[in-house]
């Protein structure tokens, strides 16, 4: 399956696994690269020493391409940026903000650019900022998202630019991947899959919630704060949402949540903790390794893209 982005990239898939906040380390990232697709670390909030060495954990592992995903909003985000470039990370990806000011920094390292958006508007102001890519990530995904479906944003994405594009939100297996292609894209983002591979570090407790999840069990919180972020429901997005609808303050949600993303992937706090994942939570069934991820994806697609969808 070779696309523009697997010639771009140095990769043999192309599917890229999703920067989540303490989920993406380097157990995971080195397993993906690894077994074909892009690995990432998702830095998230941590500081620029724990991204170094995440980086340098992953290369004992594996001699493949990975990249790091940087959250604009992270505090040390300019260390974080010169940390990439140093350590010769091969692809960065970005969230939260607007890469720009550290175009000129990554590409004389030859790393390159491709910022998450929501948007058209966004995708066209990347593309003009430089970015090698985006990745048009729907309202489907887990975590922080935008409004927009995958089905509608992609296309639209795709004719606004003259960069690849990568499909995310709301893939979880080879069908969806054959979709994102008809759409356009020329690879996949997937976080949610990937949180239950074998390789994942994510707690026991974390990944059986995922595994038992019904297509209806995500709820989105804080959309009337300007913050809306999807999550697998339990106690604390009860009382979240209970809160947010008799209009409680950011202040007073986020005192709710500080620390829940931590307290689901390491503590395995089911009760207390923000169990982040996207819609196709209800689609994934078997913990797997990387490598029977990728291989089951991508032969799942290449049947599907070369069969015949018309009765004769």
Not at 112 to 141: F, N, Q, W, Y
Not at 146 to 173: H, K, R, S
Not at 268 to 283: E, H, V, Y
Request: aromatic fraction near 4%; hydrophobic fraction near 45%.
């Amino acid at each position: 399956m070779k696309t523009e982005i697997t010639k771009l990239l140095g990769i043999e898939y192309p599917i890229i696994q999703g920067g989540m906040a303490w989920v993406a380390e380097y157990h995971l990232a080195a397993a993906v690269s690894e077994a074909g697709g892009l690995g990432i670390i998702g830095s998230g909030g941590a500081p620029a020493s724990w991204v170094r060495e995440q980086i340098k954990e992953v290369k004992k592992l594996t001699s493949k391409p990975f990249g790091v995903n940087l959250m604009l909003m992270n505090p040390e985000a300019d260390e974080i940026a010169q940390v990439i470039a140093e350590e010769g990370v091969k692809v960065v990806t970005t969230g939260a903000g607007n890469p720009e000011k550290y175009m000129t920094l990554w590409k004389e390292a030859d790393v390159k650019v491709i910022p998450v958006v929501a948007s058209v508007a966004l995708a066209k102001r990347m593309e003009r900022c430089g970015a090698d890519a985006v990745i048009a990530e729907g309202t489907e995904s887990g975590g922080h998202i935008g409004e927009t479906t995958t089905m509608a944003l992609v296309p639209q994405v795709v004719d606004a630019i003259d960069i690849p594009v990568i499909a995310a939100g709301g893939i979880g297996d080879g069908r969806g991947v054959a979709a994102a292609f008809m759409l356009g894209a020329k690879a996949v983002q997937m976080g949610t899959r990937f949180v239950v591979a074998k390789e994942s570090i994510v707690h026991s407790n974390y990944k059986q919630y995922v595994l038992k999840a019904k297509d209806i069990d995500t709820r989105v919180t804080g959309r009337t704060t300007g913050h809306p972020v999807r999550v697998i429901r339990n106690k604390q997005v009860k009382e979240y949402l209970r809160l947010e609808a008799e209009g409680a303050t950011l202040e007073e949600l986020e005192k709710l949540t500080l620390g829940g993303l931590r307290r689901a992937v390491v503590d395995g706090d089911m009760d207390t903790g923000s169990i982040m994942a996207g819609q196709i939570a209800g689609l994934v069934k078997e913990e797997q390794s990387c490598a029977e991820i990728l291989k089951e994806l991508t032969e799942q697609a290449q049947k599907l893209m070369k069969g015949n969808f018309f009765d004769e």
